[in-house]
C-alpha cells in the first residue's frame, strides 16, 4: 500500500514506539522520533537496542537517514501530519497508575497541534484517558476535534519478542472521537496492520485493550493456581494444561510459570481497577487474580528457601547462609532482554534478604541491577557449584545442558523442563 499520510511524529520510542517507527518507515512514511531521553536516541543511532530480527533490519536501512529524525524537542511535532503517542503507562510501588509519561506526552502534543493533524494515542491506561488528555485540552485551545484536528484510540497489540507474531500481521482496533476522526486513524494505521476494526469511541478502545491483557492476567493467575493443584495432587501441570489444549473450542492454554512481568500484565488491569475504586465499583475476579500474581514470585522464593532447607547441615535446619542459588534466566519472558516487572527481581531479592548468595546467567541480560548491588551474567554457570539451581526464563536456541549435569535441585518454574534429574516445581 502506498503510504499518502504525510510526515508521522512518534512519540516515545520503546518497545512500542521504535517498531512502529520502523513499520512506518517500511511502508515509505517519513518519521519525526521523539523521545525525552537522549540516551535513548543513542543507543537507537547506535544499533543497541532490543528489536525483532524484521525490525533490526529496518533500522539498520533508516538509521542516519533523511526519512528518520530522532529528536528530543517536542516543538517537532508542529511539523507533523499525524502524530501517535507511544509512551508507557507504568504502576507505582503502590501499583497505582504513573501518569508523568503520559500527562508529558500528550501536553506537548496538545500544545503543537494544528488543523489538519490527526493524533492516535496508542498507550494504554484508563477508559477516559484520549478525552481527558487529549480531547478535552483541545478544545481548550479553540481546535475542534472532530472539524479541525482529528483525534482517536488505537492502543498498541505489540507482541515482544514474538518472531511468529509481528505487528502488521495484527488488526488494530481503532475509536475515534467522530466518524471523521475514526476514518482518519484508520487510513493512517492500516498500511502497517493486518486491518483496523472501528468501535464507536475512543473509551471503548481503551476499555478493549484493558479487557485484552486483563483476560491474559486472570489466566496466567489461573494457570499457577492449577500448577499448585497439579502439585498437591502429584501430577505434572504442563502435562495437564496440553491435555486440556487437545480440546478445540472453549479452552484457551496458559502456561503457569513464576509470575507475570513486562509493560502490560502486572500494570495494565491495576489501570482499570484504580479507576472502578474511585467509582466504588467492585471487580473481584480481578483483584484476586492480580493480588495472585504479585504474589507469586514470593511462592517462588519460597520454595526455593524450602528445598535448600531441605538439604541444609546446618544446625537446627534452616538456609545456610551465604548458600548458592542461581537464576537461569531473569528477562520477563523468552526472546526479550526486557525485565521490567519480571518476577526474578522479587524472587532475588526475597532469596538474597533470607541469606542466600544469589546469582543469576542471562545471554540477553548482561547485568542487572538488585538493590544497591550490580551483577553480571555468569558466563559459565555449568563450570560452578550451586546449591540450587532456579529456571525462571529460557530463551530460544539457549544452550541448556549444564543443567543436566547439575548435582543439586533444580526448580523448574517453566514447568516445561521435564527431562532434568533433580527437577523440583514450585
Known amino acids: 500500500m502506498r503510504w499518502s499520510s504525510g510526515t508521522v511524529a512518534v512519540v516515545g520510542l520503546g518497545y512500542v514506539g521504535l517498531p512502529t517507527a520502523l513499520a512506518l518507515l517500511a511502508v515509505g512514511a517519513p518519521v519525526i522520533g521523539l523521545d525525552s531521553d537522549p540516551g535513548r536516541l543513542a543507543d537507537i543511532r547506535r544499533g543497541r537496542v532490543d528489536l525483532l530480527p524484521e525490525d533490526r533490519d529496518r533500522l539498520t536501512a533508516h538509521a542516519g537517514g533523511p526519512s528518520f529524525d530522532l529528536t528530543t524537542d517536542p516543538a517537532r511535532l508542529a511539523g507533523a501530519d499525524a502524530v501517535v503517542i507511544c509512551v508507557p503507562t507504568p504502576v507505582d510501588a503502590h501499583r497505582l497508575p504513573d501518569l508523568r509519561a503520559l500527562k508529558a506526552a500528550c501536553a506537548a502534543a496538545v500544545a503543537h497541534a ?15 484517558t484520549t478525552r481527558e488528555l487529549l480531547l478535552r485540552p483541545l478544545e481548550a485551545r479553540g481546535l475542534s476535534p ?6 482517536a484510540c488505537a492502543p498498541e497489540r505489540i507482541d515482544p519478542g514474538n518472531v511468529g507474531r509481528p505487528q502488521r500481521t495484527v488488526r ?5 472521537a467522530s466518524p471523521e476522526c475514526a476514518r ?7 498500511p502497517v496492520a493486518a486491518g483496523v476494526h472501528v468501535v464507536g469511541s475512543p473509551e471503548a478502545a481503551e476499555l478493549t485493550k484493558l479487557l485484552e491483557n486483563t483476560f491474559r492476567a486472570v489466566n496466567i493467575a489461573l494457570a499457577n493456581e492449577f500448577a499448585d493443584i497439579a502439585g498437591h495432587l502429584s501430577l505434572d501441570a504442563a502435562e495437564i494444561v496440553d491435555a486440556a489444549a487437545t480440546k478445540p473450542y472453549g479452552f484457551l492454554p496458559f502456561q503457569p510459570g513464576p509470575g507475570a512481568g513486562g509493560h502490560c500484565i502486572p ?17 473481584p475476579v480481578t483483584e484476586t487474580a492480580m493480588a495472585a500474581l504479585a504474589a507469586r514470585p514470593h511462592t517462588v522464593a519460597c520454595r526455593a528457601l524450602d528445598l535448600l532447607a531441605e538439604r541444609s547441615a546446618a544446625p537446627g535446619g534452616g538456609v545456610p547462609r551465604g548458600a ?10 523468552p526472546g526479550v532482554a526486557d525485565c521490567r516487572e519480571s518476577p526474578a527481581l522479587a524472587i532475588m531479592a526475597d532469596l538474597a534478604e533470607a541469606g542466600a548468595d544469589v546469582a543469576y546467567t542471562d545471554p540477553l541480560v548482561p547485568e542487572l541491577r538488585l538493590g544497591t548491588r550490580l551483577l553480571h551474567s555468569h558466563p559459565d554457570p555449568g563450570g560452578a557449584r550451586w546449591d540450587l539451581v532456579l529456571v525462571h526464563t ?10 543436566h ?6 526448580l523448574d518454574a517453566t514447568y516445561r523442563f521435564d527431562s532434568l534429574k533433580h527437577r523440583y516445581l514450585v
Open 114 to 128: 494544528h488543523p489538519g493533524q490527526t493524533l492516535v494515542l496508542a498507550s494504554t491506561s484508563w477508559v477516559g
Open 146 to 151: 472532530a472539524h479541525d484536528v482529528f483525534v
Open 172 to 176: 488494530r482496533v481503532v475509536g475515534g
Open 184 to 190: 482518519r486513524a484508520a487510513a493512517f494505521l492500516e
Open 267 to 283: 500494570c495494565d488491569p491495576h489501570y482499570l481497577l484504580w479507576q472502578l475504586r474511585g467509582g466504588r465499583v467492585a471487580a
Open 324 to 333: 548458592r542459588v542461581l537464576l537461569a534466566g531473569v528477562a520477563y519472558k
Open 394 to 403: 529460557l530463551h530460544p536456541g539457549q544452550d541448556t545442558g549444564w543443567l
Open 405 to 410: 549435569a547439575q548435582p543439586g535441585p533444580v
